[in-house]
Protein backbone atom coordinates (compact mmCIF):
# COMPACT_ATOMS: atom_id res chain seq x y z
CA UNK A 1 0.00 0.00 0.00
CA UNK A 2 1.36 3.33 -0.55
CA UNK A 3 0.92 6.79 1.36
CA UNK A 4 -1.35 8.31 -1.69
CA UNK A 5 -4.04 5.74 -1.50
CA UNK A 6 -4.56 7.36 1.54
CA UNK A 7 -7.22 9.96 1.68
CA UNK A 8 -6.00 12.42 4.55
CA UNK A 9 -3.62 12.08 7.41
CA UNK A 10 -0.56 13.83 5.47
CA UNK A 11 0.50 15.83 7.82
CA UNK A 12 0.85 12.64 9.79
CA UNK A 13 2.34 10.73 7.04
CA UNK A 14 5.00 13.36 6.35
CA UNK A 15 6.18 13.27 10.11
CA UNK A 16 6.20 9.31 9.54
CA UNK A 17 8.53 10.08 6.18
CA UNK A 18 10.54 12.85 7.79
CA UNK A 19 11.54 10.50 10.30
CA UNK A 20 12.67 7.57 8.45
CA UNK A 21 14.57 9.58 6.36
CA UNK A 22 16.71 11.17 9.48
CA UNK A 23 17.44 7.50 11.01
CA UNK A 24 15.04 8.16 13.91
CA UNK A 25 12.62 5.30 13.52
CA UNK A 26 11.58 3.67 16.63
CA UNK A 27 11.99 -0.59 16.55
CA UNK A 28 8.14 -0.48 18.51
CA UNK A 29 5.66 2.20 17.76
CA UNK A 30 2.09 2.18 18.79
CA UNK A 31 -0.39 3.78 16.32
CA UNK A 32 -3.31 4.67 18.16
CA UNK A 33 -6.77 6.87 16.89
CA UNK A 34 -10.22 5.73 16.36
CA UNK A 35 -11.53 3.02 14.25
CA UNK A 36 -12.05 5.34 11.72
CA UNK A 37 -8.77 7.11 11.67
CA UNK A 38 -6.86 4.47 9.32
CA UNK A 39 -4.11 3.21 12.23
CA UNK A 40 -3.72 0.04 9.87
CA UNK A 41 -3.73 1.53 6.40
CA UNK A 42 -1.09 3.61 7.30
CA UNK A 43 1.24 1.52 9.29
CA UNK A 44 0.95 -1.24 6.23
CA UNK A 45 2.25 2.18 3.88
CA UNK A 46 4.85 3.19 6.61
CA UNK A 47 6.10 -0.83 6.29
CA UNK A 48 6.40 -0.60 2.13
CA UNK A 49 7.73 2.93 2.34
CA UNK A 50 10.62 1.70 5.19
CA UNK A 51 11.17 -1.33 2.32
CA UNK A 52 11.42 0.47 -0.74
CA UNK A 53 14.30 0.53 -2.72
CA UNK A 54 13.43 2.80 -5.67
CA UNK A 55 11.74 5.52 -3.20
CA UNK A 56 9.38 8.65 -4.42
CA UNK A 57 10.36 12.22 -3.71
CA UNK A 58 8.20 15.45 -4.29
CA UNK A 59 9.03 18.75 -5.12
CA UNK A 60 7.02 21.68 -3.62
CA UNK A 61 6.14 22.33 -7.63
CA UNK A 62 4.46 18.78 -7.86
CA UNK A 63 1.84 19.98 -5.76
CA UNK A 64 1.55 16.82 -3.88
CA UNK A 65 0.75 16.69 -0.57
CA UNK A 66 2.88 14.59 0.55
CA UNK A 67 6.97 14.55 0.21
CA UNK A 68 7.50 11.40 -0.51
CA UNK A 69 6.20 7.60 -0.79
CA UNK A 70 7.39 4.05 -2.12
CA UNK A 71 7.49 3.20 -5.61
CA UNK A 72 4.81 0.68 -5.65
CA UNK A 73 7.23 -0.82 -8.57
CA UNK A 74 10.37 -2.57 -7.12
CA UNK A 75 10.30 -6.63 -5.89
CA UNK A 76 9.67 -5.07 -2.11
CA UNK A 77 6.87 -2.89 -3.15
CA UNK A 78 5.27 -5.85 -5.13
CA UNK A 79 5.47 -7.92 -1.97
CA UNK A 80 4.24 -5.79 0.26
CA UNK A 81 0.95 -4.32 -1.86
CA UNK A 82 0.19 -8.01 -1.49
CA UNK A 83 1.16 -8.70 1.55
CA UNK A 84 3.10 -11.82 0.71
CA UNK A 85 6.65 -10.31 1.64
CA UNK A 86 8.47 -12.57 3.44
CA UNK A 87 10.02 -10.07 5.82
CA UNK A 88 6.57 -8.90 6.38
CA UNK A 89 4.55 -11.07 9.59
CA UNK A 90 1.27 -10.04 10.62
CA UNK A 91 -0.51 -10.83 13.90
CA UNK A 92 -3.98 -10.11 14.19
CA UNK A 93 -7.22 -11.12 16.73
CA UNK A 94 -8.03 -15.11 16.00
CA UNK A 95 -10.30 -17.55 17.32
CA UNK A 96 -11.79 -20.87 16.60
CA UNK A 97 -13.92 -21.76 13.72
CA UNK A 98 -15.46 -24.38 11.63
CA UNK A 99 -11.97 -24.19 9.39
CA UNK A 100 -9.81 -24.20 12.62
CA UNK A 101 -11.58 -25.80 15.52
CA UNK A 102 -8.71 -25.96 17.95
CA UNK A 103 -4.71 -24.50 18.35
CA UNK A 104 -6.03 -21.44 15.99
CA UNK A 105 -3.27 -18.49 15.64
CA UNK A 106 -3.10 -15.50 12.99
CA UNK A 107 -0.66 -17.57 11.16
CA UNK A 108 -3.70 -20.17 10.43
CA UNK A 109 -6.30 -17.68 9.34
CA UNK A 110 -3.03 -15.53 7.19
CA UNK A 111 -5.18 -16.11 3.74
CA UNK A 112 -8.00 -14.59 4.78
CA UNK A 113 -6.62 -11.54 6.76
CA UNK A 114 -4.90 -10.87 3.39
CA UNK A 115 -7.72 -11.65 1.32
CA UNK A 116 -10.21 -8.88 3.99
CA UNK A 117 -7.36 -5.96 4.23
CA UNK A 118 -6.96 -6.19 0.46
CA UNK A 119 -10.68 -5.92 -0.28
CA UNK A 120 -10.72 -2.81 2.22
CA UNK A 121 -8.15 -1.27 0.98
CA UNK A 122 -6.42 -1.85 4.39
CA UNK A 123 -9.17 0.63 6.18
CA UNK A 124 -10.48 -2.86 8.62
CA UNK A 125 -12.58 -3.03 11.83
CA UNK A 126 -12.86 -5.78 14.10
CA UNK A 127 -16.38 -6.47 13.96
CA UNK A 128 -16.23 -6.75 9.99
CA UNK A 129 -13.19 -9.36 10.36
CA UNK A 130 -15.17 -11.64 12.81
CA UNK A 131 -17.84 -11.42 10.47
CA UNK A 132 -15.46 -12.10 7.46
CA UNK A 133 -14.29 -14.75 9.62
CA UNK A 134 -17.75 -16.04 10.62
CA UNK A 135 -17.17 -16.76 14.26
CA UNK A 136 -20.58 -15.83 15.93
CA UNK A 137 -20.47 -14.56 18.97
CA UNK A 138 -16.91 -15.66 19.83
CA UNK A 139 -14.12 -13.15 20.26
CA UNK A 140 -10.78 -13.35 19.04
CA UNK A 141 -7.15 -12.88 21.24
CA UNK A 142 -3.83 -12.42 20.01
CA UNK A 143 -2.78 -15.81 21.74
CA UNK A 144 0.62 -17.38 23.07
CA UNK A 145 0.65 -19.22 19.85
CA UNK A 146 0.87 -15.72 17.85
CA UNK A 147 3.50 -14.66 20.42
CA UNK A 148 6.02 -17.79 19.36
CA UNK A 149 5.35 -17.46 16.10
CA UNK A 150 6.68 -14.05 16.50
CA UNK A 151 9.77 -14.94 18.55
CA UNK A 152 10.36 -17.97 15.62
CA UNK A 153 9.79 -15.49 12.94
CA UNK A 154 12.01 -12.98 14.14
CA UNK A 155 14.84 -15.00 15.16
CA UNK A 156 15.66 -15.71 11.47
CA UNK A 157 17.67 -13.56 9.63
CA UNK A 158 15.38 -11.18 7.32
CA UNK A 159 15.10 -12.62 3.57
CA UNK A 160 15.72 -9.77 1.34
CA UNK A 161 14.46 -6.25 3.10
CA UNK A 162 16.40 -3.74 5.20
CA UNK A 163 13.72 -4.34 7.76
CA UNK A 164 11.57 -7.31 9.18
CA UNK A 165 8.46 -5.82 10.52
CA UNK A 166 5.45 -7.24 12.87
CA UNK A 167 2.34 -5.56 12.31
CA UNK A 168 -0.03 -6.14 15.25
CA UNK A 169 -3.32 -5.58 14.76
CA UNK A 170 -5.82 -4.56 17.23
CA UNK A 171 -3.02 -4.72 20.35
CA UNK A 172 -5.30 -4.72 23.24
CA UNK A 173 -6.26 -8.02 22.82
CA UNK A 174 -3.15 -9.21 23.80
CA UNK A 175 -3.77 -12.29 26.28
CA UNK A 176 -2.60 -11.94 29.40
CA UNK A 177 -0.31 -15.64 29.39
CA UNK A 178 1.11 -14.14 25.70
CA UNK A 179 2.22 -10.69 27.00
CA UNK A 180 5.72 -11.67 28.74
CA UNK A 181 6.86 -13.29 25.70
CA UNK A 182 6.09 -10.54 23.04
CA UNK A 183 7.46 -8.22 26.20
CA UNK A 184 10.68 -9.72 26.22
CA UNK A 185 11.30 -8.80 22.39
CA UNK A 186 10.45 -5.41 22.66
CA UNK A 187 12.42 -4.84 25.75
CA UNK A 188 15.58 -6.78 23.76
CA UNK A 189 14.56 -6.27 20.10
CA UNK A 190 16.59 -8.45 17.51
CA UNK A 191 18.39 -5.90 15.18
CA UNK A 192 16.84 -3.91 11.98
CA UNK A 193 13.19 -5.48 13.65
CA UNK A 194 10.11 -3.00 13.58
CA UNK A 195 7.09 -3.38 16.01
CA UNK A 196 4.15 -1.47 14.45
CA UNK A 197 1.12 -1.87 16.89
CA UNK A 198 -1.89 -0.92 16.22
CA UNK A 199 -5.37 0.00 18.04
CA UNK A 200 -8.62 1.96 18.38
CA UNK A 201 -9.06 0.91 22.23
CA UNK A 202 -5.65 2.56 24.31
CA UNK A 203 -7.08 2.61 27.18
CA UNK A 204 -7.55 -0.98 27.19
CA UNK A 205 -3.40 -1.63 26.77
CA UNK A 206 -1.20 -3.64 29.61
CA UNK A 207 0.71 -0.56 30.84
CA UNK A 208 3.86 -2.53 30.34
CA UNK A 209 3.16 -2.61 26.52
CA UNK A 210 2.57 1.11 26.40
CA UNK A 211 5.93 1.87 28.33
CA UNK A 212 7.90 0.11 25.70
CA UNK A 213 6.34 1.91 22.42
CA UNK A 214 6.81 5.65 20.85
CA UNK A 215 3.33 6.47 21.00
CA UNK A 216 1.98 7.92 17.26
CA UNK A 217 -1.60 9.35 17.42
CA UNK A 218 -3.33 8.97 14.14
CA UNK A 219 -5.67 12.51 14.12
CA UNK A 220 -9.52 11.95 13.80
CA UNK A 221 -10.54 12.45 10.39
CA UNK A 222 -13.31 14.40 11.67
CA UNK A 223 -11.30 16.86 13.34
CA UNK A 224 -11.79 19.78 10.76
CA UNK A 225 -9.20 23.46 10.97
CA UNK A 226 -11.82 25.02 12.88
CA UNK A 227 -11.76 22.99 16.01
CA UNK A 228 -7.84 22.61 15.67
CA UNK A 229 -7.71 26.41 15.65
CA UNK A 230 -10.08 26.43 19.15
CA UNK A 231 -8.22 24.02 20.49
CA UNK A 232 -4.61 25.09 20.21
CA UNK A 233 -5.34 28.61 21.48
CA UNK A 234 -6.90 27.08 24.42
CA UNK A 235 -3.99 25.11 24.81
CA UNK A 236 -1.38 27.56 24.66
CA UNK A 237 -3.27 29.69 27.12
CA UNK A 238 -3.42 26.59 29.42
CA UNK A 239 -0.11 25.36 29.17
CA UNK A 240 1.37 28.55 29.82
CA UNK A 241 -0.66 28.34 33.39
CA UNK A 242 0.44 24.95 34.03
CA UNK A 243 4.06 26.32 33.99
CA UNK A 244 3.40 28.61 37.23
CA UNK A 245 1.55 25.92 39.11
CA UNK A 246 4.19 26.19 41.66
CA UNK A 247 3.65 30.31 42.28
CA UNK A 248 0.20 30.73 40.97
CA UNK A 249 -2.29 28.30 40.92
CA UNK A 250 -4.70 30.75 40.76
CA UNK A 251 -4.44 31.24 36.68
CA UNK A 252 -4.92 27.28 36.94
CA UNK A 253 -7.82 27.61 38.44
CA UNK A 254 -9.36 30.13 36.08
CA UNK A 255 -8.76 28.30 33.16
CA UNK A 256 -10.08 25.42 34.49
CA UNK A 257 -12.94 26.99 35.86
CA UNK A 258 -14.19 29.53 33.04
CA UNK A 259 -12.64 27.21 29.96
CA UNK A 260 -12.49 23.72 30.47
CA UNK A 261 -15.02 22.67 32.36
CA UNK A 262 -17.58 24.34 30.62
CA UNK A 263 -16.61 21.95 27.50
CA UNK A 264 -19.10 18.80 27.44
CA UNK A 265 -17.54 15.68 28.07
CA UNK A 266 -17.02 14.31 24.90
CA UNK A 267 -15.41 18.10 23.56
CA UNK A 268 -13.09 17.61 26.87
CA UNK A 269 -12.07 14.47 25.80
CA UNK A 270 -11.19 15.32 22.42
CA UNK A 271 -9.44 18.75 23.72
CA UNK A 272 -7.20 16.31 25.96
CA UNK A 273 -6.64 13.96 22.74
CA UNK A 274 -5.85 16.91 20.70
CA UNK A 275 -3.51 18.29 23.46
CA UNK A 276 -1.80 14.47 23.02
CA UNK A 277 -1.27 15.19 19.76
CA UNK A 278 0.28 18.49 20.71
CA UNK A 279 3.03 17.20 22.65
CA UNK A 280 3.56 14.68 19.74
CA UNK A 281 4.19 17.52 17.16
CA UNK A 282 6.41 19.16 19.58
CA UNK A 283 8.74 16.21 20.58
CA UNK A 284 9.29 15.96 17.01
CA UNK A 285 10.23 19.62 16.45
CA UNK A 286 12.65 18.98 19.47
CA UNK A 287 14.02 16.15 17.48
CA UNK A 288 14.84 18.56 14.14
CA UNK A 289 12.11 17.18 12.63
CA UNK A 290 9.25 20.05 11.83
CA UNK A 291 4.98 19.86 11.04
CA UNK A 292 2.59 21.72 10.48
CA UNK A 293 0.24 21.58 13.44
CA UNK A 294 2.37 24.31 15.25
CA UNK A 295 3.39 26.23 12.08
CA UNK A 296 0.50 29.52 12.59
CA UNK A 297 1.83 29.62 16.58
CA UNK A 298 3.19 32.59 17.52
CA UNK A 299 7.30 32.49 17.68
CA UNK A 300 7.67 32.69 20.76
CA UNK A 301 5.50 29.70 21.53
CA UNK A 302 6.77 27.59 18.88
CA UNK A 303 10.70 28.30 19.59
CA UNK A 304 10.32 27.56 23.07
CA UNK A 305 7.64 25.41 24.16
CA UNK A 306 9.33 21.60 22.38
CA UNK A 307 11.95 22.08 24.18
CA UNK A 308 10.07 21.36 27.43
CA UNK A 309 8.97 18.08 25.62
CA UNK A 310 11.63 15.42 25.82
CA UNK A 311 12.17 11.83 25.98
CA UNK A 312 12.75 12.13 30.11
CA UNK A 313 8.89 12.70 29.82
CA UNK A 314 6.92 12.50 26.96
CA UNK A 315 5.77 9.04 28.10
CA UNK A 316 5.08 10.34 31.46
CA UNK A 317 2.86 13.03 29.69
CA UNK A 318 0.68 10.86 27.61
CA UNK A 319 0.04 8.73 30.58
CA UNK A 320 -1.19 11.59 32.54
CA UNK A 321 -3.41 12.84 29.63
CA UNK A 322 -4.67 9.39 28.82
CA UNK A 323 -5.34 9.05 33.27
CA UNK A 324 -7.53 11.82 32.60
CA UNK A 325 -9.66 10.72 29.79
CA UNK A 326 -10.51 7.68 31.63
CA UNK A 327 -11.84 10.06 34.85
CA UNK A 328 -13.39 12.07 32.69
CA UNK A 329 -14.90 8.63 30.48
CA UNK A 330 -16.09 7.75 34.26
CA UNK A 331 -18.08 10.83 34.93
CA UNK A 332 -15.23 12.03 37.30
CA UNK A 333 -15.45 15.45 38.78
CA UNK A 334 -13.96 17.80 35.93
CA UNK A 335 -12.70 20.34 37.60
CA UNK A 336 -10.38 17.89 40.32
CA UNK A 337 -9.17 16.32 36.94
CA UNK A 338 -8.20 19.14 35.01
CA UNK A 339 -6.58 20.77 37.89
CA UNK A 340 -4.44 17.53 39.20
CA UNK A 341 -3.64 17.02 35.40
CA UNK A 342 -2.11 20.90 35.21
CA UNK A 343 -0.14 20.23 38.34
CA UNK A 344 0.96 17.18 37.19
CA UNK A 345 1.70 18.57 33.76
CA UNK A 346 3.37 21.52 35.42
CA UNK A 347 5.41 19.34 36.97
CA UNK A 348 7.10 17.36 34.14
CA UNK A 349 7.61 20.09 32.43
CA UNK A 350 9.43 22.00 34.36
CA UNK A 351 11.53 18.54 35.72
CA UNK A 352 12.17 18.00 32.06
Not at 218 to 230: D, F, G, L, R
Request: glycine share 2%; net charge neutral.
Amino acid sequence: MQFSQIIEQHDLINSLIRIADNKRVSHAQLFYGEESSKGFAIALAYAQFLNCSNKLRFTSEENSLIIADSCGECPSCKKMSKLVHPDLHLIFPNTTTTKVESKNSSELFLKEFREFVLNNSGVIKLNEWYDFMNVGNKQGLINVRDANNIIKSLSIKSYEAEYKIVIIWCIEKLHDDAAPKLLKTLEEPYDNTLFLLITDDRENIMPTILSRTQLVKVPSIKNNTQAENKYLLLFIQWIRSCFAYRTNIADILKIVESDLVKLGREEQKNFLSFSTEVFQHSFLIKNGIDNNLLENTEANFKNNFPNYVTENNIEKIYKEIDKSILHIERNGNAKTIFLDLSIQLGFLLMNK
